[in-house]
Antibody, heavy 121, light 110 residues
Framework: QVQLMESGGGVVQPGRSLRLSCAAPGFNNYALHWVRQAPGKGLEWVAL????????FYGDSVRGRFTISRDNSRHTLYLQMTSLRAEDTALYYC????????????????WGQGTLVTVSS | EIVLTQSPGTLSLSPGNTATLTCRAS???????LAWYQQKPGQAPRLLIYGASSRATGIPDRFSGSGSGTDFTLTISRLEPEDFAVYYC???????????FGQGTKLEIK
């Protein structure tokens, strides 16, 4: 099965920036998402990018601070996170819907294993 | 903004029993998008049900979804030890695209 693999997590101070990556071979023609999960908490959708990188949408808690992008020549999804806060501490998953082609999809049937971001001084 | 409320928060059952988990939406699911996920400790979520009642690839028929509008149910029949996990519902809203999860139901062994 085609895999999604996140990287780039780590410990970062409040107010600083961090960029996450997700290797997504085989998903150039699919919309891609970031979903996060704070320790011991539930799931929160973060951002969506269309298959061609033109359309981008964000959750309310990250809009204006996070930027989603992709490089289809490298089969890679990115999440640039700025002005990080303690409440951004979470496991960040990349995810997609493999059934709906290039459309955004209504759910997520492929997930990576996540990369942990800890915002702490 | 859609709010999904799952109940109960925790469900304690024995293997072989039937589990009934509910998800109530604050707005009607006009796009028939309601999905259910299973998550085990240390693992990514796994899609179980999409479109309220369609089983995802490889999901056993012990798992079934039902409901429409604002009230949805995930039923797990003949509980197996590997079914004890946390379950989330999720709904899609199209204008603009956004995805909302419920807070989760923990299914634990009694």
């Amino acid at each position: 099965q085609v895999q999604l693999m996140e990287s780039g997590g780590g410990v970062v101070q409040p107010g600083r920036s961090l960029r996450l990556s997700c290797a997504a071979p085989g998903f150039n023609n699919y919309a891609l998402h970031w979903v996060r999960q704070a320790p011991g908490k539930g799931l929160e959708w973060v951002a969506l990018i269309s298959h061609d990188g033109v359309n981008k949408f964000y959750g309310d808690s990250v809009r204006g601070r996070f930027t989603i992008s992709r490089d289809n020549s490298r089969h890679t999804l990115y999440l640039q996170m700025t002005s990080l806060r303690a409440e951004d501490t979470a496991l960040y998953y990349c995810a997609t819907n493999g059934r709906e082609g290039s459309w955004y999809g209504k759910d997520f049937d492929h997930w990576g294993q996540g990369t942990l971001v800890t915002v702490s001084s | 903004e859609i709010v999904l409320t799952q109940s109960p928060g925790t469900l304690s059952l024995s293997p072989g029993n039937t589990a009934t988990l509910t998800c109530r939406a604050s707005q009607s699911d006009y796009s028939s998008s309601l999905a259910w996920y299973q998550q085990k400790p240390g693992q990514a979520p796994r899609l179980l049900i999409y479109g309220a009642s369609s089983r995802a690839t490889g999901i056993p028929d012990r798992f079934s979804g039902s409901g429409s509008g604002t009230d949805f149910t995930l039923t797990i029949s003949r509980l197996e030890p590997e079914d004890f996990a946390v379950y989330y519902c999720q709904q899609y809203d199209s204008s603009p695209p956004r995805y909302t999860f419920g807070q989760g139901t923990k299914l634990e062994i009694k």
